[in-house]
């Protein structure tokens, strides 16, 4: 069974930033892509970012410009950096894996994120 984790989370104040890490116990480097989603009190999931097999990545508004995903294919390891953080981004960021254009396969457990004013 594949896991994920993700660790680097916490508490930071405004304009702050983190790096949140994703390990996966298998090779990533074929993996269709690596998204990260994010999902605040009361709302529902979403989608933060991903990362394509080919490196290549694509973000939503909200992270454009400020967040930026990254991974090292020796390691299994896939990165959030996140810069500029304001309330808003408050949230558990979940990692996750794709092997096809459908839907997630797998999913870590969650890391909570919070940005205090």
């Known amino acids: 069974q594949v896991q994920l984790k993700e660790s680097g989370g916490g508490l930071v104040q405004s304009g702050g930033s983190l790096r949140l890490s994703c390990a996966v116990s298998t090779p990533i480097s074929n993996v269709y892509r690596v998204p990260w989603y994010r999902q605040a009190p009361g709302q529902q999931r979403e989608l933060v970012g991903t990362?394509?097999?080919?490196?290549?990545?694509n973000y939503a508004g909200f992270a454009k410009g400020r967040f930026s995903i990254s991974k090292d294919n020796a390691k299994n390891m896939v990165y959030l950096q996140m810069n500029n953080l304001i309330t808003e981004d408050t949230a558990v960021y979940y990692c996750?894996?794709?092997?096809?254009?459908?839907?997630?396969?797998?999913w870590g457990q969650g890391i909570q994120v919070t940005v205090s004013s």
């Open positions: 996750s894996r794709m092997l096809d254009a459908s839907s997630p396969d797998d």
């Open positions: 990362i394509l097999a080919t490196g290549v990545t």
